[in-house]
């Protein structure tokens, strides 16, 4: 799984300039530098509040001639970001500003669940988008790629857990050709968290005893797992968010929403169009999805 971008991290990840690994959530971005690199140490950008100049320095000397790993980069503060800037700058002859003069080398590859325009468009410290995106790799989604990919992606989640049997014996990858092909049904199929979910609930029945199984009432693995699967995927109250729809039919679909709400609510139209700022004509072509 993520063949080419394993090769390309390694390639990359020499200490010579930052790697910046893109992909949406879920796609296996801590599962690639896991599988590419050795000698990691990990910052998370979503826990630091208070004293990063300090964090940020204790990281870099524990990741001296090591991988530091900056974890969803998006979430630091904009102030955060621009001590980050200063501090791993390298003004003078290659030390990072942070430290006076001593020579700290550490590979930087940073996190992030947005894409390198969306990071330009969010608030986000412009130098520093810049300076973290020297090299970078972005990860499609698993949905948008084969069907042999995702079976590949499904057994490298099954062989990376590490499951045990009753015995206490790690249990080598059986390919279940139902599950597979429900997988391809799913929206989110290759999605790594929800392939750990499947991953799980699969090792699980198979190590039912008879007993167990008449509690679940599955007559097999795959029904097993696509039941239980089922309670955890969560899909979003309102209709118009609709798994791959473009973002002009979604918003057309808000604002039809938002004229029911309206009409419900303040009921006669003037005090809607006052509510809303909008013209009778726009709340006639938002009713009716245009």
Not at 8 to 23: C, E, M, P, V
Not at 70 to 96: A, M, V
Not at 228 to 240: H, V
């Amino acid at each position: 799984m993520y063949n080419i971008e394993i090769q390309q991290l390694k390639i990359y990840a020499d200490n010579t300039f930052s790697i910046l690994i893109t992909g949406e959530k879920g796609t296996g971005k801590s599962f690639l530098i896991k599988n590419s690199l050795e000698n990691i140490v990990f910052l998370s950008c979503s826990q630091i509040e208070n004293n990063f100049k300090e964090t940020l320095k204790q990281k870099l000397k524990k990741a001296n001639e090591k991988n530091l790993i900056f974890d969803n980069i998006e979430n630091l503060s904009i102030e955060n970001q621009k001590i980050l800037f200063e501090c791993i700058s390298t003004k003078n002859g290659g030390f990072f500003e942070i430290f006076e003069n001593e020579n700290i080398s550490c590979q930087l590859i940073f996190i992030s669940n947005l894409s390198l325009t969306q990071l330009y468009n969010y608030e986000f410290y412009q130098p520093l988008v810049d300076r973290i995106s020297q090299q970078i790799i972005e990860l499609t989604p698993l949905k948008k790629l084969k069907f042999e990919t995702q079976k590949q992606a499904y057994k490298s989640v099954w062989e990376q857990m590490c499951f045990k049997d009753k015995k206490g014996q790690i249990m080598d990858y059986i390919e279940n050709t139902d599950i597979l092909n429900w997988l391809k049904t799913l929206h989110l199929a290759g999605n790594f968290r929800d392939l750990e979910k499947i991953a799980i609930l699969n090792w699980r029945f198979l190590t039912f005893s008879e007993d167990e199984k008449k509690i679940f009432e599955a007559k097999n693995e795959f029904e097993f797992v696509k039941q239980q699967f089922q309670k955890s995927d969560a899909k979003p109250e309102n209709d118009f968010f609709i798994y791959d729809e473009d973002a002009d039919k979604i918003i057309k679909n808000f604002r039809k929403e938002l004229v029911a709400w309206a009409k419900k609510v303040y009921v006669d139209v003037p005090t809607i169009l006052e509510k809303l700022s909008v013209s009778e004509k726009t709340l006639y072509n938002w009713e009716n999805g245009k």
